[in-house]
């Protein structure tokens, strides 16, 4: 073949291979992928590496945002939204409760689904049926991980056990196992408390992957807040509850206990040795974020930020958090309020 030729033939195969190509980027854009730059008026892409701090951030919006959601974030929001309102001033954060039932995961995401918030907080994931009531709706969610917590067992300091299996948990929560000799502690009624499920994202992430959607045990006594529960564990030897790890393993009145998947490898939720409670008050537990990094401790997930991605202004303040979550400032206020960082 001539070099004409081969030319020719070379420059309809790269004409061939570009018309693919841009049939395949219209495809994607018009199947909601985009790729391309987001424009002015939308947040910059969520967790850019190697931003140190707030003012680093651009394209932060001004106005009057509400998120809601998870109880679990309240020491995040104590320590970020300040900081956040600091730098930023005009991008102004006002959470806000549900009308009516409890504040929790899934009553943020139902708010976000009905336009009550611009965005949510969430300590489990979003579920099928929220991602389906979102298209139904016009529009989808996201949910951006910004930090790992666990699920911490607290039991009366005057219990004398080692620790748990998550079998044995699920156990005494199902009313499998109703007595702490079963467990390998005394001989002393086990007195299970609990949230309700349709109380807050921690109840729901341990129905469905502690229980597996097994129901819980009759002897379980329902308490409405943590604050609650935990005064009765303090109150009563036999006494158990689980929250998350930050709740939990800084109290002086309870005891964390260390979980396993197997009874030879319990892994404890806080830094090792365990601070009495006749020393607690001058010296509180610490969170073993390396445990809970490495996945090594057995009950651990994510905390994410609900982003409503319909183009607009809501899309923006909650993606415009989310980055401001995962700077490293904002990273190390995340870790100030107890939890572990994602990054």
């Not at 001033?89 to 006002?94: E, T």
């Not at 699920?170 to 007195?191: E, F, R, V």
């Amino acid at each position: 073949m001539s070099q004409k030729n081969e030319t020719a033939v070379l420059v309809l195969t790269l004409v061939i291979t570009l018309g693919l190509v841009g049939a395949f980027y219209w495809w994607l854009n018009r199947s909601g992928i985009n790729f391309g730059p987001l424009s002015n008026n939308q947040s910059q892409q969520v967790g850019q590496p190697n931003i140190e701090h707030f003012a680093q951030l651009q394209n932060i919006p001004s106005g009057l945002f509400s998120y809601g959601g998870s109880t679990t974030w309240a020491p995040i929001r104590k320590e970020v939204d300040s900081a956040i309102q600091t730098v930023f001033p005009k991008f102004q954060l006002r959470y806000t409760d549900p009308t009516s039932g409890a504040p929790g995961s899934g009553s943020g995401i139902k708010m976000l689904l009905n336009n009550q918030l611009a965005f949510s907080q969430s300590s489990r994931s979003i579920k099928d049926e929220e991602y389906q009531q979102a298209q139904q709706r016009g529009f989808t969610l996201k949910e951006i991980p910004v930090a790992i917590d666990g699920i911490a067992i607290a039991v009366n300091p005057n219990l004398n056990i080692a620790g748990l299996t998550i079998a044995q948990v699920k156990d005494i929560y199902t009313g499998k196992i109703t007595n702490w000799q079963q467990a390998g502690g005394p001989n002393l009624p086990i007195i299970p408390y609990s949230r309700r499920v349709e109380e807050g994202g921690t109840v729901e992430f341990f129905n469905d992957n502690i229980l597996g959607g097994e129901k819980f045990g009759v002897n379980v006594q329902f308490i409405p807040t943590t604050t609650e529960a935990l005064r009765e564990v303090a109150k009563n030897t036999g006494g158990i509850y689980y929250a998350s790890a930050p709740e939990v393993v800084g109290q002086c009145t309870v005891k964390p206990l260390p979980l396993g998947k197997i009874s030879d490898n319990l892994v404890p939720p806080y830094q090792e040795p365990l601070v009495s409670a006749s020393q607690c008050l001058q010296k509180r537990n610490q969170l073993n974020a390396v445990a809970f990094q490495t996945g090594d401790y057995p009950i651990t997930r994510r905390l994410f930020v609900i982003v409503k991605q319909n183009g607009q202004r809501d899309q923006q303040a909650g993606e415009a958090y989310a980055s401001l979550l995962l700077t490293n400032q904002g990273q190390e206020l995340v870790s100030q309020a107890g939890f572990v960082r994602i990054r």
